[in-house]
């Protein structure tokens, strides 16, 4: 079964619990216990009409407040794919929770309130699906039932919305407009029959019909070696697999390789996965490789095809996306995880904060706040093996971790 | 050697948690309730480690309320497979004084298997355990992290928890602190049948229809054992049952069903229309209940 992983951003009032809750309903994929507590809460409420808001909220300070503040997953399925929806807040203190959920998905959903148009929020939306590099991007124009489904206000909002993307620097990404209207159900699974002058897909149509082995943006073969497997059996005495995901490409047996950072070159021996062997494995594998000669490879190595060497460096400059309370600065020093590979990293400069709204840049700036996006340049304790972010979505992006808090405090994209 | 691999993006996702924990952790452990999500678990750490064994022991936190062939099966299993099985047992923490045993209608050793986890945790010094939650099962439990830190206390900050971004697991933490550990997170119920289904994989036999002794109460199918509460007036009767989940005998409430097969089991689940945990007695009490439980330090 395909998996496909969707990112929602809106803002608090957008009715993007709504909609989702819309998405599980005329899927039927709410089970009539939890359709029972939707109703019972609803009425409870001395709500009209079927709270969908419900079926997604979690915690119970989040009911309180009627708001989600962190990122939720919410699973479906149709005949053809398990969908799993990260859940993410729109407000503006909360970058951090949507960058986190964008980065696990395929795809993003970005809503509009047809009452309101295109907002900051809006920009503040579409800037990180941007920089998450988030190849498919649905923009769907929500409570169409409040502005009489008129087509003029939907153009008007598309219109708005193209601004937008002009200021993208990401030709690839793809943007589809869908007006819906979640609380009555209008072009979320069912068409509309109140918006006849719409011809396009429906949300669900347009998701059942992405290729989910295509979202993932392909690049240069990537082997972060996760571990070493050494049986020390009678059987296996000589065996030395190296565990770990393929990122990129493919990877096939007799692939000449080069081990990164002792640059000692090799050729792929065998393939497994499990106990069968393969002649090749498609990127995002969990494989098991061994090598023609005997080499010295550990946890945090990377294995890449000869002709196909990334960046090997002790310094380089990324933007990162602040997440933690505590302030970053000039001379921080932090853990610095790059894929499965940690090292040591200094801050070496600060050069701008970048709005996330495209309305700028800002200067002179000595420390980052929570939720802060910016230009920062690093200095290693040992060189990483690196790509561009926009060029591999994988092995461009690392996490930052507090040594002191153990906190995950950031993410990087490196230019 | 077959040609290429075709992948399945959960079991993938699995495999390469798995492969964290025993990178990144000195002492990782399995929590294992011979459930099929357990079970689930121990197929996934075998082919994550393959040809070398799963590194790490499997734990069981016996309530001494389990059904008697779910405890059969745990023991065949492990033998099978030559793993390390560690059992601590609920009777123990209750007989030191520990705990209370509860009593009354709902009574259940449910709640007190936390505290019986967390000296066992504490014992063997494990600073990751290993479990088979997933985040479709319970509100609660879809904000869950796949590496969740606990501090001395077991306990759970829902407010604080640490983004996880990309594959890149952190699983940095303090002397004294632990991570939970969720690899198959992503999976649904019926992603776990279905996977049970393909690898072909043994589970107990309560997870077929059978005829079982069983009572009503609350619109709920209760097993009739000397382990569960039942008024003189809640009358014992045979039903063709079976079980979604093979929780303590005291808060697993059974389903009617004919299914016999795993692929009658599988096609049941597809058309059903009461969601998993509905047949847990425990996340009735309320609303929030597991909410409550998780920050107590409850799995």
């Given at each position: 079964?395909?998996?496909?992983?969707?990112?929602?951003?809106?803002?608090?009032?957008?009715?993007?619990?709504?909609?989702?809750?819309?998405?599980?309903?005329?899927?039927?994929?709410?089970t009539s216990d939890?359709?029972e507590?939707?109703?019972?809460?609803?009425?409870?409420?001395?709500?009209?009409?079927?709270?969908?808001?419900?079926?997604?909220?979690?915690?119970?300070?989040?009911?309180?407040?009627?708001?989600?503040?962190?990122?939720?997953?919410?699973?479906?399925?149709?005949?053809?794919?398990?969908?799993?929806?990260?859940?993410?807040?729109?407000?503006?203190?909360?970058?951090?929770?949507?960058?986190?959920?964008?980065?696990?998905?395929?795809?993003?959903?970005?809503?509009?309130?047809?009452?309101?148009?295109?907002?900051?929020?809006?920009?503040?939306?579409?800037?990180?699906?941007?920089?998450?590099?988030?190849?498919?991007?649905?923009?769907?124009?929500?409570?169409?039932?409040?502005?009489?489904?008129?087509?003029?206000?939907?153009?008007?909002?598309?219109?708005?919305?193209?601004?937008?993307?002009?200021?993208?620097?990401?030709?690839?990404?793809?943007?589809?407009?869908?007006?819906?209207?979640?609380?009555?159900?209008?072009?979320?699974?069912?068409?509309?029959?109140?918006?006849?002058?719409?011809?396009?897909?429906?949300?669900?149509?347009?998701?059942?019909?992405?290729?989910?082995?295509?979202?993932?943006?392909?690049?240069?073969?990537?082997?972060?070696?996760?571990?070493?497997?050494?049986?020390?059996?009678?059987?296996?005495?000589?065996?030395?697999?190296?565990?770990?995901?393929?990122?990129?490409?493919?990877?096939?047996?007799?692939?000449?390789?080069?081990?990164?950072?002792?640059?000692?070159?090799?050729?792929?021996?065998?393939?497994?996965?499990?106990?069968?062997?393969?002649?090749?494995?498609?990127?995002?594998?969990?494989?098991?490789?061994?090598?023609?000669?005997?080499?010295?490879?550990?946890?945090?190595?990377?294995?890449?095809?000869?002709?196909?060497?990334?960046?090997?460096?002790?310094?380089?400059?990324?933007?990162?996306?602040?997440?933690?309370?505590?302030?970053?600065?000039?001379?921080?020093?932090?853990?610095?995880?790059?894929?499965?590979?940690?090292?040591?990293?200094?801050?070496?400069?600060?050069?701008?904060?970048?709005?996330?709204?495209?309305?700028?840049?800002?200067?002179?700036?000595?420390?980052?706040?929570?939720?802060?996006?910016?230009?920062?340049?690093?200095?290693?304790?040992?060189?990483?093996?690196?790509?561009?972010?926009?060029?591999?979505?994988?092995?461009?992006?690392?996490?930052?971790?507090?040594?002191?808090?153990?906190?995950?405090?950031?993410?990087?994209?490196?230019? | 050697?077959?040609?290429?691999?075709?992948?399945?993006?959960?079991?993938?996702?699995?495999?390469?948690?798995?492969?964290?924990?025993?990178?990144?952790?000195?002492?990782?452990?399995?929590?294992?309730s011979g459930g099929?999500?357990?079970?689930?678990?121990?197929?996934?750490?075998?082919?994550?480690?393959?040809?070398?064994?799963?590194?790490?022991?499997?734990?069981?936190?016996?309530t001494g309320h389990n059904f008697p062939e779910t405890i059969e099966?745990?023991?065949?299993?492990?033998?099978?497979?030559?793993?390390?099985?560690?059992?601590?047992?609920v009777?123990?923490?209750?007989?030191?004084?520990?705990?209370?045993e509860e009593s009354g209608r709902y009574s259940s050793r449910n709640m007190l298997?936390?505290?019986?986890?967390?000296?066992?945790?504490?014992?063997?010094?494990?600073?990751?355990?290993?479990?088979?939650?997933?985040?479709?099962?319970?509100?609660?439990?879809?904000?869950?992290?796949?590496?969740?830190?606990?501090?001395?206390?077991?306990?759970?900050?829902?407010?604080?928890?640490?983004?996880?971004?990309?594959?890149?697991?952190?699983?940095?933490?303090?002397?004294?602190?632990?991570?939970?550990?969720?690899?198959?997170?992503?999976?649904?119920?019926?992603?776990?049948?279905?996977?049970?289904?393909?690898?072909?994989?043994?589970?107990p036999s309560i997870y077929f229809a059978h005829k079982r002794q069983v009572f009503l109460r609350d619109g709920l199918i209760w097993s009739a054992s000397e382990y569960v509460y039942r008024d003189e007036e809640e009358e014992v009767e045979e039903r063709m049952v079976r079980f979604r989940t093979v929780g303590d005998m005291s808060c697993t409430a059974a389903v009617d069903s004919y299914a016999t097969?795993?692929?009658?089991v599988?096609?049941e689940?597809?058309?059903s229309s009461i969601s998993e945990r509905g047949a847990r007695i425990d996340d009735k009490r309320s609303?929030?209940a597991?909410?409550?439980?998780?920050?107590?330090?409850?799995?």
């Open positions: 079964m395909e998996v496909l992983k969707i990112a929602t951003a809106g803002s608090v009032d957008d009715g993007k619990s709504t909609l989702i809750g819309r998405l599980l309903y005329d899927t039927k994929s709410l939890k359709l507590a939707i109703e019972r809460s609803s009425k409870q409420k001395g709500y009209d009409y079927l709270d969908f808001s419900l079926a997604t909220d979690g915690l119970v300070a989040e009911r309180e407040q009627g708001i989600t503040i962190d990122v939720a997953h919410i699973y479906f399925s149709t005949a053809t794919k398990s969908y799993i929806i990260a859940d993410t807040p729109g407000h503006v203190e909360y970058t951090r929770n949507m960058v986190t959920g964008a980065s696990t998905s395929q795809v993003a959903i970005i809503l509009i309130d047809a009452r309101h148009g295109v907002i900051e929020q809006t920009y503040r939306h579409f800037f990180i699906n941007n920089l998450l590099r988030i190849k498919d991007v649905i923009v769907a124009v929500n409570k169409m039932d409040l502005v009489d489904f008129s087509e003029e206000r939907y153009n008007e909002i598309k219109a708005d919305f193209q601004k937008v993307v002009e200021k993208s620097d990401y030709e690839d990404q793809q943007i589809t407009f869908i007006p819906v209207s979640a609380l009555k159900g209008d072009n979320v699974v069912e068409g509309s029959t109140s918006m006849n002058w719409y011809d396009g897909e429906t949300l669900l149509q347009h998701l059942e019909k992405i290729d989910t082995k295509d979202v993932y943006n392909s690049g240069r073969t990537r082997f972060p070696v996760q571990y070493v497997i050494r049986p020390k059996t009678e059987e296996y005495h000589d065996y030395r697999g190296y565990a770990g995901k393929v990122y990129g490409g493919d990877i096939s047996v007799g692939d000449e390789i080069v081990v990164l950072p002792s640059e000692t070159k090799s050729k792929v021996k065998e393939i497994y996965f499990y106990d069968k062997k393969y002649e090749t494995a498609a990127r995002r594998s969990s494989i098991t490789l061994t090598l023609e000669n005997d080499v010295n490879v550990s946890r945090g190595d990377m294995i890449v095809k000869a002709n196909e060497l990334p960046k090997v460096d002790k310094k380089f400059t990324a933007t990162i996306s602040w997440m933690d309370g505590k302030q970053l600065e000039a001379g921080s020093k932090y853990i610095l995880q790059h894929g499965v590979n940690k090292v040591l990293t200094k801050v070496s400069a600060i050069h701008n904060k970048i709005h996330p709204d495209y309305s700028g840049i800002e200067e002179g700036v000595s420390s980052l706040q929570m939720n802060d996006i910016a230009s920062v340049s690093f200095q290693l304790n040992k060189p990483i093996f690196f790509d561009s972010f926009k060029e591999h979505r994988t092995n461009g992006a690392f996490i930052l971790i507090d040594p002191q808090s153990n906190n995950t405090v950031g993410v990087g994209f490196i230019d | 050697m077959t040609d290429t691999l075709q992948i399945n993006a959960l079991e993938n996702e699995a495999i390469y948690i798995f492969r964290e924990v025993a990178a990144q952790f000195k002492k990782p452990v399995l929590l294992f099929k999500d357990s079970i689930t678990l121990v197929r996934l750490a075998q082919k994550a480690f393959y040809p070398a064994k799963i590194p790490f022991p499997l734990m069981h936190i016996d099966f745990r023991d065949r299993l492990v033998e099978e497979l030559g793993l390390e099985l560690i059992v601590r047992n009777q123990d923490s209750i007989d030191e004084g520990k705990v209370k298997q936390t505290t019986t986890l967390l000296d066992a945790i504490e014992e063997f010094k494990f600073d990751a355990c290993i479990g088979g939650a997933r985040r479709d099962e319970e509100k609660a439990r879809a904000k869950e992290r796949i590496f969740s830190v606990r501090d001395d206390f077991g306990q759970w900050d829902e407010k604080n928890q640490r983004p996880e971004l990309f594959d890149m697991l952190n699983g940095e933490i303090d002397f004294g602190q632990n991570v939970r550990v969720f690899p198959i997170s992503n999976w649904t119920e019926l992603d776990v049948w279905t996977y049970i289904e393909r690898e072909d994989l043994e589970i097969t795993i692929s009658k599988v096609e689940i597809r058309d609303e929030a597991m909410e409550e439980r998780k920050q107590q330090g409850y799995f």
